[in-house]
């Protein structure tokens, strides 16, 4: 099956910087990664995804970038705001297991104003 | 967007009874539902994929006689904690998929469950 490691577990960063989270994957026949943010309580929420046949993905601050051959892909979150704390979490989905998405670990994001 | 909704938002029970957690694909047709428990500061843990008409497959290590997961229709899955300890006490997220191959995946708001 697939085994999703995301790091690191906890990022602080100063208001304004860049924070990155890293994750790799086991199987070369996942398809599909998406980022989830989930504030404390409540649900997940998709910010971003990325397809395997896809290097790179931005949306405004955001951006998602995929190494197949590496088998990683990482989330980049750019000027970083207070309401970007939260929890975050890589996926991938492996199209022969039934499009089951495999988490990560997650990665706790702390904005410092 | 799509929505997905999820009742009880929290619950709070005795040992040894059961709790029904509902999900619902609001605006769309969920022919994949599936559930997950997350333990606080922890990682969602797939439980079982439900698909509409059909058994759940439930993931390794979950006792499905413990935990009874019905989908009746296209817009609704149940999940049934039966004869439920404290150990069960955690936070249960459902999540459904559309019909098309590249649909993303809608996370309910999850289930707080406090077994006493």
């Known amino acids: 099956g697939e085994n999703v490691e995301q790091h690191p577990s906890t990022l602080s960063v100063q208001e304004g910087d860049s924070a990155v989270i890293k994750c790799t994957y086991s199987d070369s026949a996942s398809n599909y990664f998406p980022w989830y943010k989930q504030e404390l309580g409540k649900r997940p929420q998709l910010i971003i995804d990325i397809r395997s046949n896809v290097g790179e993905k931005k949306d405004q601050r955001i951006a998602v970038t995929l190494n197949k051959t590496a088998k990683h892909f990482s989330l980049h979150i750019t000027e970083t705001q207070p309401e970007d704390s939260a929890v975050y979490f890589c996926?991938?989905?492996?199209?022969?297991?039934?499009?089951?998405?495999?988490f990560g670990g997650g990665t706790r994001v702390l904005v410092k104003p | 967007g799509a929505v997905v909704s999820q009742h009880p938002s929290r619950v709070i029970c005795k040992s040894g009874t059961s709790v029904k957690i509902e999900c619902r694909s609001l605006d769309f047709q969920a022919t994949t539902m599936f559930w997950y428990r997350q333990f606080p500061k922890q990682s969602l843990m797939l439980m079982a994929t439900?698909?509409?008409?059909?058994?759940?497959?439930?993931e390794q290590g979950v006792e499905k006689d413990k935990f009874l997961i019905n989908h009746a229709s296209l817009t609704l899955s149940t999940l049934t904690v039966t004869s439920a300890h404290p150990e069960d006490s955690s936070f249960y997220i459902c999540?459904?998929?559309?019909?098309?191959?590249?649909?993303?995946?809608?996370f309910g708001n999850g289930t707080r469950l406090t077994v006493t």
């Open positions: 996926a991938a989905r492996l199209k022969a297991a039934g499009n089951k998405l495999t």
């Open positions: 439900s698909n509409e008409g059909s058994k759940a497959t439930y």
């Open positions: 999540s459904a998929k559309g019909q098309e191959i590249e649909s993303p995946l809608h």
